[in-house]
């Protein structure tokens, strides 16, 4: 069993709307959760942690449920630049290894 | 900061080659990853290292593959002989604490195994 799993998508949406993303991890000592962007041909670059209480970040909430190891990306608002491809990261306890999943990938449309 | 440097961008090769990929880190950082991605798996950790010493290489393939850190500064991953599974994104990333919560990536290098 993976880690960490995404649904691959792609999710396909119109400029403004509102979008959700899920991650689940098989892991219940995970201690840090994260999520990465990615755009095509590019490097992986963070684009939030994932706190317990859940955080903000302008359009993009990130929250964590723990009891149902899952994480979520709520993008509100969205943007033509706001296309890529979306990483959910977990870390285990101490270990200096972050499991990645494979991405969720969004296209926004005009 | 000119961030995590790779090379090359891009590799392309014949099966039974050796291949040596190239990563600068961040400078003042102390931890050093080298992933690989492909469509199928993902972003899959093959070793890192903390403060230039091997911490964890159980991700590294087999035999074939090979990192070396001689200083702060350099990093190496060789693959010898390299087979066509091979192909894909390597990317080196460095992190400024232990814990590696906040990576920085290389622009990565595109292997191609003929």
């Known amino acids: 069993r993976k880690e960490v799993e995404q649904d691959p998508g792609p999710f396909n949406v119109p400029e403004g709307a509102t979008v959700a993303f899920n991650c689940t991890y098989s892991?219940?000592?995970?201690?840090?959760f994260f999520w990465y962007r990615q755009d095509c041909r590019k490097e992986p670059k963070l684009l939030m942690s994932?706190?317990?209480s859940g955080n903000e970040d302008g359009r993009f909430t990130a929250q964590l449920n723990r009891a149902s190891q899952y994480i979520s990306l709520l993008i509100r608002d969205s943007k033509l630049s706001d296309s890529a491809t979306y990483l959910c990261?977990?870390?285990?306890?101490?270990?200096?290894?972050?499991?990645f999943g494979t991405g969720t990938r969004l296209t926004v449309i005009p | 900061d000119a961030g995590v440097i790779q090379s090359p961008r891009h590799e392309v090769t014949e099966m039974g080659q050796e291949v040596t990929l190239r990563c600068k880190p961040i400078?003042?950082?102390?931890?050093l990853f080298w992933y690989r991605q492909t469509m199928m798996r993902g972003l899959e950790l093959l070793i890192y290292?903390?403060?230039?010493?091997?911490?964890?290489d159980s991700g590294m393939p087999e035999d074939r593959f090979s990192a070396k850190m001689p200083n702060a500064s350099f990093s190496t991953l060789k693959i010898q002989p390299s087979e066509p599974r091979d192909s894909a994104v390597y990317f080196c990333?460095?992190?400024?604490?232990?814990?590696?919560?906040?990576?920085?990536f290389g622009s990565g290098t595109q292997l191609s195994v003929l």
């Open positions: 994932v706190y317990s």
């Open positions: 990261v977990v870390r285990l306890g101490r270990a200096n290894n972050l499991f």
């Open positions: 290292f903390n403060n230039n010493v091997p911490i964890d």
């Open positions: 400078s003042g950082h102390n931890s």
């Open positions: 990333a460095s992190s400024i604490d232990g814990k590696g919560e906040k990576l920085f």
């Open positions: 892991n219940s000592a995970s201690q840090s």
